[in-house]
């Protein structure tokens, strides 16, 4: 009896043993694959080499005394722009463009299908795989123009497509990687981290409709405030914000997300209502005109007035 049991035991290990190595086969599959068909999007696109790019940060370049200042001009939004997306889109028409993390293993092209579970297995080339891929809400405009924009991508075990944003909780990663640049057919933006956090799925950050400018400042407060590192970057309500969403690898009630802004422009303050311009012409007549035909003073407590209540 004993020995039988051993036998069954040891029957079970293999199974799930088999069963776990074939996993992880399939897994490092899915990698492989997943790495070369990304590098092919690349490829199509024209992505820039940004493998040896070290670029100091400036907002303007100047000459010696006397030379006007030049505009600081971004390098990594410089090259991004030429790349060609209608190329990738002879592939799969749902691109919208390509998300870039300088020095980090985010540069990926990014999509937006009807639905939030079409890509969450399935690659840029609609091919299933466990990597998935980079793409932006359902529900959100596919333009980016919406105040909060949601991208999603999966925090892979192998630093794989989100798989890096959970660096994000260290502060000195976050000063050697502060921007995330987003290109679409309209160029290349670059938004500045300002926050990063672990977050409930039906969370505020979620949020996609702001009735007002008091519900954009409630939400970047609450964002903000929940962040565990400190970017000394203040979001303003005019700015766009992108939430970077993955998971987080500890179940399903809650997400990692990295946001940052595209900073905007502040509406211009409204004038003061001018005042009429006086007429000297008028003003002439009146001083003018006999006395009784000048209003006369009215005394309040004549009853002309009540002070208390309305006229």
């Not at 300088?102 to 890509?119: A, E, I, K």
């Not at 002439?284 to 209540?309: F, N």
């Amino acid at each position: 009896m004993r020995k039988r049991t051993q036998r069954v035991l040891l029957a079970a290990l293999t199974v799930v043993f088999l069963v776990s190595g074939g996993m992880m086969l399939r897994q490092l599959r899915d990698y492989e694959a997943g790495k070369v068909t990304y590098e092919q999007a690349g490829s199509i696109a024209g992505l820039p080499d940004f493998s040896h790019w070290s670029w100091p940060e400036g907002s303007v370049s100047g000459g010696s005394s006397g030379e006007e200042a030049v505009p600081y001009v971004d390098p990594y939004a410089d090259a991004l722009a030429a790349m060609d997306f209608a190329a990738l889109r002879e592939v799969n028409p749902d691109i919208l463009g390509w998300i870039l993390i300088p020095n980090t293993r985010v540069s990926y092209p990014f999509l937006q299908g009807t639905d939030n579970d079409y890509y969450l297995r399935r690659t840029w080339r609609k091919g299933s795989s466990a990597v998935g891929a980079i793409f932006v809400e359902a529900g959100n405009s596919g333009n980016l123009t919406d105040f909060n924009t949601l991208i999603y991508g999966h925090n892979m075990n192998n630093g794989s497509m989100f798989g890096t944003l959970k660096k994000y909780r260290q502060q000195d990663y976050f000063r050697a990687h502060p921007y995330v640049y987003l290109t679409t057919d309209a160029g290349s933006a670059r938004y500045e981290v300002f926050a990063a956090y672990e977050v409930a799925t039906d969370g505020e950050t979620y949020r996609l409709s702001f009735a007002d400018d008091s519900a954009k400042q409630a939400f970047l407060d609450y964002c903000l405030e929940q962040s565990v590192i400190d970017t000394g970057v203040t979001p303003q309500v005019y700015d766009r914000i992108i939430t970077l969403s993955t998971c987080t690898g500890r179940g399903h009630e809650t997400r990692w997300v990295v946001q940052a802004r595209l900073p905007g422009e502040a509406p211009a303050a409204e004038d003061p209502a001018p005042e009429p311009p006086s007429d000297p012409a008028a003003s002439a007549e009146l001083s003018d005109a006999p006395a009784d035909l000048a209003p006369e003073p009215v005394d309040p407590a004549a009853g002309g007035l009540d002070t208390e209540g309305e006229p």
